[in-house]
């Protein structure tokens, strides 16, 4: 496991009767970006609910740091962080108040200047005033991806990271996340519908059809195996 920073053994989660995920195996490989791929309804998001602790597992392994999820979760919670425009911050705290709480929640050292170097870093500074409610979508995003990266996660799981930015943000934010995971030698993984965005940034990808994993590995060679020019095309055949 030594390369890897995520081994996923053999996980299944069934709701009731029904199998979400159907005994998936994986590894991601340390300093790298993955896209998790599938329509919806493909499991992507149990998937990201398990990986990060939140929802637990009906029968498998999952291994982040070398370190089983299970039983050692506080310590591994501790080194990753997430991102989704589906959830919202503390909507009646003002942008500056949501970071230092969950800075202080983080245990980040020093908080205060990590904050002022991430809000220049990101452009964000004429909203940190702002009462997180009030923001718009597109706001809410940069906010929340701020947040994400207080901790300096070494594994940063991002839902649909650029959803509802206009197209000169969402080119910020891609290449701010490229330069971001090479400065800190993290691992990043990517659900995301925009496979533009998901060829141009990640070197591996995962596709996701009803809980099994239909495609996975280096996307070039996918591509060239399958014989198509595009993940959209790869998407549409295999997803």
């Given at each position: 496991?030594?390369?890897?920073?995520?081994?996923?053994?053999?996980?299944?989660?069934?709701?009731?009767?029904?199998?979400?995920?159907?005994?998936?195996?994986?590894?991601?490989?340390?300093?790298?970006?993955v896209?998790?791929?599938?329509?919806?309804?493909?499991?992507?998001?149990?998937?990201l609910?398990?990986?990060?602790g939140?929802?637990?597992?009906?029968?498998?392994?999952?291994?982040?740091?070398?370190?089983?999820?299970?039983?050692?979760?506080?310590?591994?919670?501790?080194?990753?962080?997430?991102?989704?425009?589906?959830?919202?911050?503390?909507?009646?705290m003002?942008?500056?108040?949501?970071?230092?709480?969950y800075?202080?929640?983080?245990?980040v050292?020093?908080?205060?200047?990590?904050?002022?170097?991430l809000?220049?870093?990101?452009k964000?500074?004429?909203?940190?005033?702002?009462?997180?409610?009030?923001?718009?979508?597109?706001?809410?995003?940069?906010?929340?991806?701020?947040?994400?990266?207080?901790?300096?996660?070494?594994?940063?799981?991002?839902?649909?990271p650029?959803?509802?930015?206009?197209?000169?943000?969402?080119?910020?934010?891609?290449?701010?996340?490229?330069?971001?995971?090479?400065?800190?030698?993290?691992?990043?993984?990517?659900?995301?519908?925009?496979?533009?965005?998901?060829?141009a940034?990640?070197?591996?990808?995962?596709l996701?059809?009803?809980?099994?994993?239909?495609?996975?590995?280096?996307?070039?060679?996918?591509?060239?195996?399958y014989?198509?020019?595009?993940?959209?095309?790869?998407?549409?055949?295999?997803?």
């Amino acid at each position: 496991m030594n390369n890897n920073l995520i081994n996923v053994v053999n996980l299944v989660k069934n709701f009731d009767e029904q199998s979400v995920i159907k005994n998936i195996s994986f590894n991601v490989k340390k300093n790298s970006i993955v896209g998790i791929l599938g329509k919806n309804g493909a499991g992507k998001t149990t998937l990201l609910g398990m990986l990060l602790g939140l929802i637990t597992p009906t029968r498998g392994d999952i291994f982040i740091l070398g370190k089983n999820l299970k039983l050692n979760k506080k310590e591994i919670l501790s080194e990753i962080n997430f991102q989704s425009p589906y959830v919202d911050l503390p909507k009646k705290m003002t942008v500056e108040q949501n970071l230092s709480f969950y800075s202080r929640l983080y245990g980040v050292k020093n908080f205060n200047i990590v904050i002022e170097n991430l809000v220049d870093d990101l452009k964000i500074r004429d909203l940190v005033k702002k009462n997180y409610g009030s923001l718009s979508a597109g706001q809410k995003t940069k906010i929340n991806l701020c947040k994400a990266l207080l901790n300096k996660p070494k594994l940063l799981l991002l839902d649909e990271p650029t959803a509802s930015l206009d197209p000169e943000t969402s080119i910020f934010i891609r290449n701010y996340l490229l330069e971001y995971q090479k400065k800190n030698s993290s691992s990043i993984l990517i659900t995301s519908h925009n496979l533009d965005e998901v060829q141009a940034m990640c070197s591996n990808i995962i596709l996701l059809k009803s809980g099994e994993i239909v495609s996975e590995g280096n996307i070039k060679q996918i591509l060239k195996n399958y014989n198509y020019k595009t993940l959209i095309e790869l998407f549409l055949s295999e997803g």
